[in-house]
């Protein structure tokens, strides 16, 4: 079997009305599989402005609004009559499940009464966002729901050893393999740097910028990030803190830190100047898998801080490209910070050490990947 052979169907709980890392992603590796000679349908629910246009063929998928305040989210209901018959006219060979959601539990349900193979990548660590709103009592039941899911599909992609290494504590036996992340060199890039938008932002030349970059929601480790900003300053440590994005904690993380400047949701060129402005990185966050961030913030020579959990874990060199903290430790997150401020010769050289580690991580090849595992996948069936 060839790459003109396969015909994919690829859900997504979201595809492009919200833009993410995780969909961004998805939409780059169709654009890759079409390039490739790949037939690609994409099930998503949509909505009537998207924050981006869809790669490839998009079908809508039935679904209602998040409840509790999340509803620029979509929750699918399911495969619908008309999904179903659009798959029959399909006639896909092989599923593709992004999120482990209603919607991916009826597809991969749906692929195995086909005994078509169902391959499942994991973008976000889902199971670790109780905590953030005082249930961490679901952690482990969602751990168990996870691991059933995954287990029930041919093949897993995961964007880090350490997702798999994870994942095989939970108890799945599915095979396993590695889809990476890669960066867009040309947008992220230490060139594009640019000291007058800084200062339109009120951020002086010689100031030191701390960034966050995502979307303002609590689950990011707002909570964790505001604490830090706030024992920087009782410590007197001189810095501003830039907040690249936008969401629904907005307002809420603008209380807890007033000071910060923010500069809301940047894109294409616009979101690479930003990104290059900043001259610490800091990511608090334990839910990622990956962490395209970091990777964008390294690849325009920006040292990092970050939890010592997955996705950065596989990315940062400690001490060389930046340093990873034990999570929710604001203590140490501030010296790991106030020494970066502190000594500008290390900044430099933990931006030069990230920018050049990042130049290894190409979208082409990582893509190429996720080719070779569902090539590899129709062999073993």
Not at 50 to 70: C, E, N, Q, Y
Not at 227 to 241: F, I, N
């Amino acid at each position: 079997m060839q790459a003109s052979d396969l015909r994919v169907a690829l859900f997504s709980g979201n595809y492009n009305y919200v833009r993410d890392g995780a969909n961004q992603a998805l939409n780059l590796l169709v654009g890759h599989l079409l390039s490739r000679g790949v037939a690609v349908r994409v099930y998503s629910p949509t909505v009537a402005n998207p924050a981006f246009p869809a790669t490839g063929d998009l079908v809508d998928v039935p679904a209602i609004p998040l409840p509790a305040g999340r509803g620029e989210y979509r929750m699918a209901r399911g495969l619908s009559g008309s999904v179903k018959r659009d798959l029959a006219t399909f006639a896909p060979n092989i599923v593709h499940v992004s999120a482990p959601e209603l919607l991916g539990h009826r597809a991969v349900s749906w692929g195995r009464r086909q005994d078509i193979p169902v391959v499942a990548s994991l973008h976000t660590r889902f199971e670790t966002y109780p905590r953030y709103y005082g249930l961490s009592i679901l952690e482990r039941p969602i751990e168990r729901l996870l691991a059933r899911f995954y287990g029930r599909c041919d093949e897993v992609l995961v964007p880090t050893p350490g997702i798999a290494t994870i994942l095989r504590q939970w108890g799945v036996t599915t095979p396993i393999d590695i889809w990476s992340r890669g960066v867009d060199h040309d947008r992220f890039k230490p060139a594009r740097r640019d000291t007058a938008w800084r200062r339109e932002l009120g951020i002086a030349d010689d100031a030191v910028a701390i960034g966050f970059l995502g979307r303002l929601v609590k689950e990011k480790g707002l909570d964790v990030f505001a604490e830090v900003a706030k024992t920087l300053s009782a410590r007197g440590v001189p810095h501003e803190v830039l907040v690249i994005g936008d969401g629904p904690a907005r307002e809420w993380f603008a209380e807890q830190v007033p000071t910060a400047k923010f500069a809301g949701f940047q894109r294409g060129e616009a979101l690479g100047r930003a990104v290059a402005s900043m001259d610490v990185f800091f990511n608090p966050s334990v839910t990622e898998t990956f962490g395209n961030v970091t990777l964008e913030a390294m690849a325009a020579g920006v040292p990092v801080v970050a939890a010592r959990a997955t996705g950065a874990s596989d990315l940062v060199d400690e001490g060389e490209t930046g340093f990873l903290v034990s999570p929710r430790d604001a203590a140490a997150y501030a010296d790991a910070i106030g020494r970066i401020v502190a000594d500008p010769a290390l900044r430099r050289a933990m931006g030069a050490a990230g920018h050049a580690k990042a130049a290894t991580y190409r979208w082409d090849t990582i893509n190429e990947a996720v080719l070779d595992a569902y090539l590899a996948v129709m062999a073993r069936r």
